[in-house]
């Protein structure tokens, strides 16, 4: 099994066992709330009807129930894009309870390999998932699909991990992050600011963030610089 194959096998572990564990806004764990970023964005879209979301690597629904409970008295869709089955089926369940199904429609795909629209979307969000792609090459094709899938006027809200370390609690050694890209915060901001550079930076923000998660039993803290990368076009 090469690396990624791998690493997307004990990513499905991790979030399957989350997704069983926890339920969506119930305290315990990041499904708690949505992303407030993520959330407070939607203020730039007030009184627009038929407005067109993508939310890539979508999860369970913890940004797109409570954006779809926005936009479905106007006749909004956000679109659900995400590489488990798992975590679509559990979506699909959320929404009803939600009473959001008509506003959510899923697609089962990695995110690299997943065709956007050109010119469909208001708003595209991605919450630590583009750096889930198989290669750098792959992330920046996605961000160039990305921005050819927004309209004039349109958001992307970026959230997205950097200079990841995984450090077993009990031992304090440093592990491989299981991760496809982990770029340095440097970089991937680099990398950012030099794709979207003719769009209107609305915020950039960097976050210390550290996670207490178990992978195979083992006890880990996850360290990451989150970025927060939200631009106009």
Known sequence: MNRIDYIRQEEKKYHDLCYEQYKLFEAGSWLFKPVKTVMDLMNHFDGQNNLQVLDLGSGV???SIPIA???????????????LNSALTKLQIYS???????AIKTEEAAIENYH???NAYDYIVAVSSLEHVRSEEDFKN????????TKNGGINCLIINSNIQEIDSITNEELEALIEIN?????????????????KELKVEIKE????IVRNERHIQLKTNAISFVVQK
């Open 61 to 63: 629904g913890r940004n």
């Open 69 to 83: 409970k926005k936009i479905k008295n106007t006749r909004g869709t956000v679109t659900c894009a995400d590489l």
């Open 96 to 102: 009803k309870e939600h009473d959001v199904c008509e």
């Open 116 to 118: 956007i629209d050109s």
């Open 142 to 149: 996605v961000l160039h699909s990305m921005k050819r899938g």
């Open 183 to 199: 770029l340095s915060t440097e970089e991937m901001i680099s990398t950012l600011k030099s794709i979207y550079k003719e769009w």
């Open 209 to 212: 963030l550290a996670y207490d």
